[in-house]
């Protein structure tokens, strides 16, 4: 099983990260955020990574530090189940629709981070979440994950619906990407011989 167990502590958060990639989508997660934990449960059940966040932060200042750091948990522990990513797909893509809303997300497990955010939200907050905190998430899970990863919405005008179609979209293209594909299987899936 391709599993792994992080736990990040600084003086502004506290964070046990465990992922299992070949799981069954089952979650346990609380950041303390809760429309993070809403969004992550939406990640662990379309990607079917089982997903365990335990989370402790300065709350009390903002909420920056532990969305920032708990998707640099997750992406470290993702990175580390993947191990020397042999025989992965290592490319996924989806379009996630909610009700009118459509965005396209595409990811490379390729060990060379890099985010492109195509994504405008009308409104400062959802829930009690910066939204501007969405981008800052991503990016760190990017970062820490060794992926590139796209993810442009399309349309739509719910900022809760272009958010959610988001997060599933990931979920979707993570699990076309780290799937283990049956004809390359113990390959490394780049010409260079590495990733």
């Known amino acids: 099983m ?3 167990s992080v736990n990040r502590k600084t003086k502004e958060t506290d964070i ?10 089952e979650s346990d997660i609380h950041t303390g955020i809760g429309f993070l934990d809403h969004m992550l449960d939406q990640l662990s059940k379309h990607s079917l990574i089982d ?18 750091d708990s998707a640099l948990a997750l992406g470290e522990a993702f990175t580390k189940a993947l191990g020397d990513r042999k025989g992965i797909h290592r490319f996924g893509q989806a379009l996630s629709a909610m009700d009118e809303t459509l965005s ?9 981070p890099y985010l492109v955010w195509k994504v405008n939200l ?12 969405f981008k800052e ?6 970062q820490s994950a060794g992926i590139t990863l796209h ?4 349309y739509g005008e719910n900022n809760h619906h272009i958010i ?32």
Request: net charge negative.
């Open 164 to 195: 959610e179609s988001c997060f599933k979209g990931l979920a979707r293209a993570l699990r076309e990407a780290v799937a283990i594909d049956p004809r390359s299987a113990g390959e490394i899936p780049s010409t260079k011989g590495s990733l």
């Open 104 to 112: 396209r997300v595409i990811v490379d497990c390729s060990n060379r």
């Open 2 to 4: 391709r599993k792994y």
């Open 122 to 133: 009308t409104i400062s907050q959802l829930g009690e979440m910066d939204t501007e905190l």
């Open 51 to 68: 997903i365990k966040i335990k989370a402790k932060g300065d709350l009390h200042v903002d909420l920056h530090h532990t969305t920032e």
């Open 151 to 154: 993810v442009e919405n399309l």
């Open 16 to 25: 046990e990260v465990n992922v299992m990639l070949d799981g069954k989508g």
């Open 137 to 142: 998430w991503f990016q760190a899970f990017s």
